[in-house]
C-alpha cells in the first residue's frame, strides 16, 4: 500500500498542463479584460519571435474575445445581455471584426 502512495508517474506532465492552461488563462483575461493596449503589446511580441511558416509571421489583428462593458461603477463586467442575443450566431468572427463572420477559416468551427 505504500509504494501504491508513493508512485508518482505523469505528475511532471499534469503540472506542466496546469502551468500552460494558467498561462493561457491569463492571456485571455488580459487581453479580454484589460483592453486592446495588452492585446497589442502581446501581438508586438509574438510578431518579433520567428515562425516556421510565413503565415505565422503576419501582424495579429487584437479583437474582443467576450462582449463587456462598464458598469455604474466604471468597473468593466461581462455584457451578459448581448452575450445571450448573440447566442447561436457566428459570435466570434463577429466579434474579430471579420467582414463574413462564418467565414473563420478551418481554425475555429463554431458548432450550432
Not at 488580459?30 to 503565415?55: F, H, R, W
Not at 474575445?65 to 451578459?80: A, S, T, W
Request: aromatic share 4%; hydrophobic share 45%; proline share 4%.
Amino acid at each position: 500500500m505504500l509504494k501504491l502512495l508513493k508512485n508518482r508517474k505523469g505528475q511532471g506532465m499534469v503540472e506542466y498542463g496546469l502551468i500552460i492552461a494558467g498561462v493561457a488563462l491569463v492571456c485571455f483575461v488580459g487581453i479580454s479584460v484589460l483592453g486592446n493596449k495588452v492585446g497589442d503589446l502581446i501581438a508586438a511580441t509574438a510578431a518579433i519571435l520567428p515562425g516556421a511558416q510565413s503565415e505565422d509571421n503576419m501582424p495579429i489583428r487584437v479583437g474582443h474575445l467576450i462582449e463587456v462593458h462598464p458598469n455604474d461603477d466604471g468597473h468593466i463586467v461581462l455584457n451578459i445581455a448581448k452575450i445571450l442575443s448573440n447566442s447561436n450566431t457566428p459570435r466570434l468572427g463577429r466579434n474579430f471584426g471579420l467582414e463574413n463572420p462564418t467565414d473563420f477559416g478551418s481554425l475555429v468551427l463554431d458548432v450550432h
